[in-house]
């Protein structure tokens, strides 16, 4: 996908991990400044290392801490003046676990990160870009990374599921306050992709590496993992001025699971 973001300002949270890593890169070869943040402060350096100088801005933190929202957007105003698009990526996955066995700590833990970390920098974000719109004209587009957990049933991963819904629900919701407003907000929904996180619950489960990831897949009509490239490809799309028609949209990216 090749599309123009030259002087767009772009913030990615979660920006040192699978989908995050890819979207700096792309995102930054479109010509766009970041505004970077993870709570992984080595791997976001790690990261940077690797990016045009003088085009990112990194703010280290937990999206769970109100205050890192906080920072993170005052780094982004303060570096370049503005944000015209944030993604929302920032998100974890728990082991694969039936409901009936999953503590309320694990349940706890993933909606503190995925649910409240989304909703601390989302409506930072939607004041910014509001005050941005009555300024100049010119709002600005958010993308939550949900997941096709948040459309359909998960078996195995209640929790997560429960999280990527209400992620979906707060960008519906956010998207009609904000449609006259400027701001565009949509929700990315992939299904299984080759990542860190996906290594890790292929590495939860008891079987052999192949086995495991066939057992993740065989619900997806396309019988595979989505690469990273397919993912950050669908958020350069969504993002772009292309699109300017699209909010309050769950855009499925799963090979079809969500067909049937
Ligand atoms: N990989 C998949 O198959 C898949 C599918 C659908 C949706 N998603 C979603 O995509 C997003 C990115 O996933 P990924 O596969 O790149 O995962 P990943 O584990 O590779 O990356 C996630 C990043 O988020 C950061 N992070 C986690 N918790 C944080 C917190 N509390 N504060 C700040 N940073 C935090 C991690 O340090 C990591 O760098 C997540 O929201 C995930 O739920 C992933």
């Known amino acids: 996908m090749s599309a123009d973001y030259a002087g767009r300002v772009v913030l990615i949270t979660g920006a040192a991990g699978g989908f995050g890593s890819e979207a700096a890169r792309c995102f930054s070869k479109a010509g766009a ?18 990016l045009p100088d003088g085009a990112v801005v990194t703010q280290a933190g937990d999206i769970t801490d109100e205050a890192t929202a906080e920072a ?23 082991d694969l676990m039936r409901l009936s066995e999953t503590p309320a700590q694990v349940m706890e833990q993933v909606m503190q990160v995925n649910v ?16 941005q719109f009555a300024r100049d004209g010119c709002g600005g587009v958010i993308l ?62 008891q079987h052999a590496p192949d086995e495991a990831l066939a057992r993740l897949v065989s619900a997806v009509p396309m019988g595979r993992t989505a690469t990273a490239e397919e993912v950050v490809g669908a958020m350069l799309w969504i993002c772009s001025d292309a699109n300017s028609f699209m909010t309050g949209n769950a855009v499925a990216l799963d090979g079809g699971l969500s067909a049937g």
Not at 33 to 49: P, Q
């Open 33 to 50: 400044k970041l505004v970077l943040t993870d709570r992984d402060a080595d791997a976001l350096a790690a990261l940077v290392g690797n």
């Open 72 to 94: 993170v957007i005052a780094a982004g105003v303060a570096g370049f003046g503005r944000i015209d698009v944030a993604i929302n990526n920032a998100g974890i996955a728990p």
């Open 116 to 131: 409240l970390g989304t909703f601390h920098v989302m409506r930072r974000e939607i004041a910014l870009m509001q005050e």
């Open 144 to 205: 939550n990374v949900a997941s096709v957990a948040g459309l359909v049933g998960a078996p195995m991963l209640a929790a997560y599921a429960a999280s990527k819904h209400a992620v979906v629900g707060l960008t519906r919701s956010a998207a009609i306050e904000t449609a006259k407003r400027g701001v565009r907000i949509n929700a990315l929904c992939p299904s299984f992709a080759a990542t860190p996180m996906v290594d890790a619950m292929v590495e939860s489960m």
